[in-house]
């Protein structure tokens, strides 16, 4: 047993890159990955500056860092390779392995090209850390709009191996045929898999890819422009009953479907002790769901509110919708 420990120490760890738009899964789907597979430490990259994404992770017990404020495409990028490296010395001095592999959640606004070239082209991570495979999750209802509006969801279609579609029970009949022509046309040869809720054949998924990693190399010196992506971070120091909540979100939304692209958060209910979810993406507002109670529970709302263009508005008419009860320094902006 010692043996085989010893020897793989010396084998490159195995990296996932899990990517997709906003809204179209990722999370759902990293939580059965960390149920089905192998043991795995998660590096979870979020847009906005408050970071949410981590209190959705099931299995709290796992290593799991947040890199958050910008995308690993463009702000943060120079911290990608630092975490890493510290990732690894952790792992190589620890008596048991802690962890198989290393899952990456990119942000939803994030083209996944820079990650996939600072793992190759890095000497240092490239003699550590494997690339295995990158998976894109699509949303069915809106993945076609979002193809055709945005660079970065077509970036991530582009650069992946497998892709997951998502969200089949709020599909149509046509989402799904023209959604299927577009990916035919433009990745044809690339495996596809349905899931709902997650569901799905973990093995299948990740069956390693037949092209080299050498493959993934870009021409040094190509910087991705900006975006032009924003977010709002809105704080809730106390409880709001949900109807509330509710009815200003609902009004955002309607009010700015073509530029308000996701909202995501936890928030604490007067009538409910454990905190729950919220989510919108594409014009809808799914109902909250509950989340346990854990021991870091602070019960202080956080929701984030990515926007294509500016902010500040959103943050204003907010503030109006929840009946200006809220602290004006609970919105902040990014």
Known sequence: ???????SRKLPLPVLVLTGFLGSGKTTLLNRLLHEGPRAAVLINEFGSTPVDQQLIERQEIPLMTLSGGCLCCRVRGAFAPVLKNLWMAWSRSATPPFERVIIETSGVASPEPILDTLLRDRWLATRYRLHTVVTTLAIPSALEQLDRFPEARAQVAWADALVLTQPDLAGAEDRLLLDARLHEFAPAKPRFSSLRGELDVDALLQPPTHGAGDRLQPLGADLPDHGFRSLSLYLDEP???????????????????????????????????????????????????????????????????????????????????????????????
């Open 1 to 7: 047993m010692a043996e085989n420990m010893s020897v």
């Open 240 to 334: 709001l009953p949900w109807s509330t909540l509710q009815s200003a979100l609902e009004t955002l939304l309607l009010q700015h479907r073509e530029r308000l692209m996701r909202i995501k958060g936890v928030v604490y209910l007067p009538d409910r002790v454990e905190p729950v979810v919220v989510q919108a993406g594409s014009g809808r507002l799914y109902p909250p769901a509950p989340l346990p109670l854990r021991s870091l529970d602070d019960r202080r709302g956080r929701l984030v509110f990515i926007a294509l263009g500016p902010a500040e508005e959103l943050g204003r008419e907010l503030m109006l919708a929840l009946g200006g009860t809220g602290d004006p320094g609970s919105v902040r902006t990014h």
